[in-house]
């Protein structure tokens, strides 16, 4: 998952326009794009045009529902699980605990539309509540659906009551820095993909490529969008070049031609089983994006 494309899901138009702007993952968003009384609309606009418009998009699909706490997630499951969707985005994740009761009514909604048990993914945005900072090293081991791992800043900055998330310079203030680097450390200890969080200002095209090529040097594997135009800066920005799958693939060469050894040297450098660990996962990122290793 490179690109991940939010789209309202009460919105024909703009789910037309989200299928063909060529995302990793379309996002279909039942939760803060849509207006309280327009929830049960979304449902059924949603379910009705991913059943209806599914060969529109090479996209996988996910939903993002509302929050276990609202009381509404049993009725997002309800209307989009029939659609058979790829994954469910959870908002404002407090711990492992909230990904392992979303399983739970998962396995029963797949049992109902005759879907195989687990086949649903689960990417849950875990820095939404100061709870959910806190507790971001409870997903390692919590559910084999765990798809990945990202974060949030506008939901923290109002739950704490912080007037802004950056600082004068576009920068993230220490403790927005803390959860993002947060979410890049529970993912790699739950062992799936970190993916970075949204970049608002989709007119500063120069100042979104920059957060792209940072997030990207950082160990994210991927980024939200909220506009079709942002897809394509961060699809280039999170496919590896063709100079990195070249070298990569030389330092897992050398080490399985020495019998992967301890250390290896290489036209008179020295790598050692952390480069080789880098250079897997940079491989297994272009496999994803289809390039050839």
């Avoid at 994954?87 to 797949?110: C, F, H, T």
């Avoid at 802004?164 to 993912?187: M, N, S, V």
Wanted: charged share 25%.
């Amino acid at each position: 998952m490179r690109s991940l494309l939010f789209v309202p899901g009460d919105s024909e138009r703009k789910l037309e326009k989200g299928f063909g702007a060529g995302a990793d993952v379309v996002i279909v968003d039942l939760e803060d794009s849509v207006a309280p009384q327009n929830k049960a609309a979304a449902r059924d606009i949603a379910a009705r045009f991913i059943a209806e418009r599914r060969g529109l998009t090479s996209s996988a699909i996910y939903i993002r529902v509302n929050d276990l706490s609202t009381g509404l997630t049993d009725d997002d499951l309800a209307a989009l699980v029939s659609a058979k969707p790829v994954g469910i985005m959870l908002p404002k994740s407090n711990s492992g605990q909230d990904v392992q009761q979303l399983s739970a009514k998962l396995r029963v909604w797949e049992a109902e539309n005759d879907l195989p048990d687990g086949s649903i993914k689960i990417l849950p945005i875990i820095t939404e509540t100061p709870a959910g900072v806190l507790a971001a090293a409870t997903y390692a081991g919590a559910s084999a659906r765990l798809a990945g791992l990202t974060w949030g800043a506008e939901d923290l900055s109002a739950a704490i009551g912080a007037r802004a998330a950056r600082d004068e310079h576009g920068r993230y203030t220490d403790l927005f820095r803390h959860a993002r680097l947060t979410t890049i450390l529970a993912a790699t200890a739950a062992e799936v993909a970190a993916i970075d969080t949204v970049f608002p200002n989709f007119r500063d095209m120069a100042a979104f490529t920059a957060e792209c090529a940072e997030a990207e040097r950082d160990g994210f594997t991927g980024k939200m969008a909220i506009h079709p135009d942002q897809v394509s800066v961060i699809n280039a920005a999170f496919t590896p070049s063709a100079e990195a799958v070249k070298q990569s693939a030389a330092i897992v060469a050398a080490f399985e031609a020495a019998g992967n050894p301890g250390v290896v040297g290489i036209d008179g450098k020295m790598f050692d089983r952390p480069h080789l660990r880098l250079a897997e996962r940079l491989l297994a990122r272009a496999k994803a994006a289809g390039i050839s290793v």
